[in-house]
Every structure is written in C-alpha cells, then in structure tokens.
C-alpha cells in the first residue's frame, strides 16, 4: 500500500464513522476466500465496494446492473456453491424489501450465510440526494418491517448490531455458524457518517 492508498482510506474511515467498526469486523470475521456479496446500498457504495478488503475475484459478488435487491439471491447462489466456507451478504432494507421472497429460500436452504441488513428505514441513498440537492422528501421514508418478527417468522436465527461494539462478537458468531443468520444494523441507534454518501450521478435539469 502506498501512500497516497493509506491517505485516501483514512480519509474514507473518517467519512464513515462508526460505520468504520462494521466494515473492520466484517473482515476479521470472515477468511480471505470468503464470498461477500453487495446489494446496492450505502454502506457498500461508500465502503463495502472501496474500503473492504477482497483478497480474490471469485469472492466478489456485485449485481452490476444497480437493481437493488438481487444481492441475496447471488449470495445464496454463492453459498450454496462453496458450503465449507462462509458468505456474507450486505443489504439495505430498501433493496431486501424488493426481493423478500429469497428469504424463504434462505430459510430453506439454511445455507452458511450471514445476511447483514442495514435499516435506515427507507431509500437511503435518494434520501441523502434529496436532502443535498432538493428542498423536500419524497418517496424514500419507507415503512420496515420488524426484522426481529421476520426472522422469527422464517425461522431464521437473528442478532442485532446497534453499536460498534456490537460488530465484532455479532459477526464473529453469525460467521461461525454452519447456518444462515439475519444480522440487523439499526443505522438510527449506531448513529450517522460524518459526511451522508451521495453518488456521483448527474441530475436532471430542474
Ligand atoms: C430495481 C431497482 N429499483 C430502483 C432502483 C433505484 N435505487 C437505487 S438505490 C435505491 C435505494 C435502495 O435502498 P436500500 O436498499 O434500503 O439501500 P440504502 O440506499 O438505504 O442504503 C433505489 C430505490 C434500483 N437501482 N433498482
Ligand atoms: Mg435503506
């Protein structure tokens, strides 16, 4: 690493805050040839596609399209292909809502993955470009369900990440698990990055 590398990735830590603490204990808790797919969604935008360390091309699942939704159903596919190993998914609640019945195949299959949902109860990303660049909010506070009762009603086991301190002993379980786990992150009670992600995405003229 050179550098200006270790300049830009302080620089990325910073903007994340505690966001910083998910994305390191991600990476200890998983081996290097684990897969780790990302739906479309802020924390892999921001850092799950830059920050996060992926040590071989196989393990980096992307739906390169951009819907959002599509990231469970490969990182089921992923899991089931490499049963010795384990996956991770990183969803938000928006994308997840689109593609909800693949948790059915999830709780059928009970493959060793770790889907990780992040709750900001709604469309995050057009939220903060609404915020940044309109003078109101439409369409992107969304209602969420109750991820715990969701779990439950799948039968699927399920923790909860609403601190930093959290990520690690989470992570670390759901990863040694021989199962699936639904890992929720309450984005409002682990608290805001320094600087909301916005992507680099021309407007239409107004
Ligand atoms: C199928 C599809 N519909 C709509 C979009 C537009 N879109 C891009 S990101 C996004 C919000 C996704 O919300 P969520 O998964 O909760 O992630 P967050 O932005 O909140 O982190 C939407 C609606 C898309 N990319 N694909
Ligand atoms: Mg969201």
Redesign the pocket.
Same mark, same amino acid.
Do not use: N, Q
């Given at each position: 690493m050179c550098i200006g590398d270790r300049t830009v990735r302080a620089e990325l830590r910073d903007r994340i805050g505690p966001q910083a603490a998910l994305c390191d204990a991600i990476r200890a808790a998983l081996p290097p040839e684990a897969v780790l797919a990302r #739906? %479309?969604?802020?924390?892999a935008s921001s850092w799950g596609n830059r920050l996060l360390d992926i040590h071989h091309p196989h393990t980096n699942v992307f739906p390169r399209g &951009? $819907?959002? $939704?599509q990231g469970l159903g490969m990182g089921i596919g992923a899991a089931l292909a490499t049963p010795d190993t384990p996956t991770l998914v990183m969803? /938000? #609640? &928006? /994308? *997840?809502a689109?593609h909800l019945g693949e948790l059915l195949t999830l709780a059928q299959e009970r493959p060793r993955l770790t889907l990780v949902v992040?709750n #900001?109860g /709604?469309? /995050? %990303? *057009?939220r903060n470009m609404q915020d940044r660049y309109f003078d109101r909010r439409s369409g992107v506070d969304l209602a969420t369900p109750d991820f715990a009762a969701l779990a439950h009603a799948t039968g699927l086991p399920y923790a909860r990440i609403a601190a930093e301190a959290d990520a690690a002993p989470v992570l670390t379980a759901a990863a040694a698990s021989d199962g699936p786990t639904l890992v929720e992150v309450d984005l409002t009670a682990l608290g805001p990055m320094k600087t909301p992600f916005t992507p680099p995405v021309a407007l239409p003229a107004r």
């Open positions: #739906d %479309v969604t802020v924390p &951009g $819907g959002i $939704g969803a /938000g #609640d &928006g /994308g *997840l689109v992040f #900001d /709604g469309y /995050g %990303v *057009l």
